[in-house]
Structures are given as C-alpha cells and as structure tokens.
C-alpha cells in the first residue's frame, strides 16, 4: 500500500483521555515528506500538532527507531538546538495500528533542492552557513546535562554502525550486489580512531530542517531516528556525500552543478564553516568517513526498496530506490579507489 488510512475515531478517543475533551475533533493530513516514519498534520480543538508513526508492516529489528526520536528531542530542546516541543508518546499499537508520538507543529520552510534556485544568489551562502551552524550546535551538546550519557552504546562509532549496517542489509537482502559487498570487505579492516562521543543526527540535511520563512534562520531540525553518540565528523561526512548523490525527482543533490556559478559552498568552503562553528579542525580520514557514509547510504535505499517490495511503500518514489541503492554503492566504490 502507498497510504495508510488511519482510524481517526480511535485516535480521537485516546487523544481525549491524553489531552481532554477539548481536543476534538480532530483531522489528519499526510505530509509529503517523513518517508521512513509516516509524518502527519494533526489539527485539533486545540490546535495543531504534527503526529508521527511507525510504518505498517513488518520492519527490521532496530530500524524506524521511534521512541530514540523522541527521547532526543525532548532532552535537547532547552539546550539551544532547534526541535519541536514533545507532547505524548503512545507505546500501543492498538490505536493507530503502530506506536505513534505527538509534537508541537514547526511551522516553516523545507528547501528540497540544494542548489536554491528559490533563493537569490546572494542569500545562498547564508543558508548553507546556518546549516553548517545547527550541525555544529547538536554536536556540542552536554551529553551528560542532557541526560544522554547511555543513549548511545560505548566504544568505537563505527565498530558499531559498519556491523549494525551489514546486519541491515542482510536481513534486506533481495540480491547480491556486488559493490556492496565490496565494501563490506573493505571498511572494518580500516576502522579509525577519532576522540569523545558526541551526540550526532544521523541524518541531517537540507529536508529535514526547518527554516523560518525571513529570516532563514532554522527553526526545527527533524528526523532524528539514526541520532546516537558517535563521531560528530560522520555527520559532516554524511552533508558531504548526499550532496554527491544521483539527482531524482525525490532526492535533489548537486551531482553535476557548478557550484560556482550557482554561489553554493564547495565541500571544502562547507568544511570552514562547520569548523569556525564547531572549533574542530582536525580532518584526517576523512575519506574513510566518506565511504562508511556511501555504504550505509546505499544500505538505507534498498532497505526502503525492500519495503515497496513487501507492500508497505510510504509513496511510489521507493519502488526505484533499488536501482538507486545499486548508484550509490558504485559511488562508494569510486571513494574507496580514490583512498589508494
């Protein structure tokens, strides 16, 4: 199925018990975006919220990690990172069908196309320098104040994430693909060091930010299901490569632009900036960072292409994401070449 028609009377009835009677009635409209984890619009007596869900069907163990989204959020929102306010979190399936949490509603701008073709060439620069500057801010958190020093497991990042991706992909599996196996060969025999934990997104780019509407200053990062303690780089690794991606109609990259002519940053202008913000400046391996994120990025697609497969497709994007992921794997390929 593409859409997944919701019990609204049922949802309203537990809402009531939640919020109060004042709540109702209530409406649903789906948002385009949020293809992993189904995002809605939830208008209420009371106002709006945005609700979120797991999707139907049958989903891989640790994947579509709703309660980490929300356990986040809610414990960074006074600590200076722009997130929505967390309402209610809902542990029963038997309402909506899935667990489903309720947050404030984030009214703002998503910029879907990385070159900005909306936005002059003169503010361009700007957006991409608030973008380099919230990313930096979540990697300062206090882990502790936060209350996040078990959110993420000890030891090395990528220990963890190479093995909890190849594990991933397996239980996907439709065929075998052999760049990807290429690069299951090729990255835990090059595992490196890189200091502290520190909490990253896992998934920050351009769609899932809010901006305001003037000022482009963000006002809501979302879609936090990936966040976990680890080396705050492969969150710059991660901007660095979905910008190299294969432009589609439902993911749009800079593969092929002039970023000069269009005054949008190259990697390395990207790169100072996230450094003035972040007082890192220490980029060795980088290109290991590169292509752990082109395998995982490749791992993410088919996994989402596994799931049209099995009938449960959040829209219609996700029946090419297999030839998509099969892209991104020969990309990664090329980055480990470039390595020597």
């Known amino acids: ?17 939640i919020m109060g009677n004042e709540i109702a009635p209530i409406s649903l409209k789906k948002f385009s975006v949020g293809q992993s984890n189904p995002t809605y619009l939830l208008t209420t007596g009371l106002g709006e919220f945005a609700l979120r869900k797991k999707p139907g069907g049958k989903i891989l163990e640790s994947a579509h990690a709703l309660d980490r989204e929300y356990r986040v959020m809610g414990a960074v929102y006074d600590m200076g990172v722009p997130v929505p306010e967390m309402i209610h979190y809902c542990k029963r399936e038997d309402v909506i069908g899935t667990e489903f949490y309720i947050m404030s509603y984030i009214k703002g701008r998503t910029l879907i196309n990385p070159v900005l073709n909306e936005i002059a060439l003169s503010e361009r620069p700007k957006i991409y320098n608030e973008h380099a500057r919230v990313m930096a801010k979540i990697h300062s958190v206090d882990i502790k104040a936060a209350g996040l020093d078990g959110y993420g497991h000890p030891g090395n990042y990528y220990e963890r994430q190479i093995s909890r991706w190849i594990k991933q992909y397996r239980l996907s599996e439709t065929e075998t693909i052999p760049e990807i196996e290429d690069m299951i060969n090729w990255l835990p025999g090059r595992i490196i060091d890189y200091g502290e934990n520190r909490l990253l997104h896992g998934d920050y780019k351009l769609d899932n930010l809010f901006f305001d509407f003037e000022s482009f200053r963000i006002v809501g990062v979302l ?22 991606l294969p ?21 390395s202008e990207y790169i100072e900036m996230y450094c003035k913000h972040s007082g890192i400046s220490n980029m060795d391996n980088m290109d290991f960072r590169i292509c752990f ?21 959040s829209n219609k994007a996700a029946f090419a994401m297999g030839d998509y992921a099969k892209a991104i794997a020969r990309l990664g390929i090329e980055a480990i070449n470039k390595t020597g």
């Open 1 to 17: 199925m593409i859409a997944e028609d919701l019990p609204i009377k049922a949802l309203e009835d537990y809402l009531k018990d």
């Open 223 to 244: 879609d936090w299901e990936l966040s976990t303690l680890g080396d705050p780089l492969a969150d710059l690794a991660s901007h660095c490569i979905t910008l190299q």
């Open 247 to 267: 432009d589609t109609r439902s993911l749009r990259t800079l593969q092929g632009v002039n970023r000069k002519l269009e005054n949008v940053p190259e990697d």
């Open 293 to 313: 994120q082109f395998f995982r990025a490749a791992v993410v697609m088919h996994g989402v292409y596994k799931r049209a497969l099995d009938g449960f497709a």
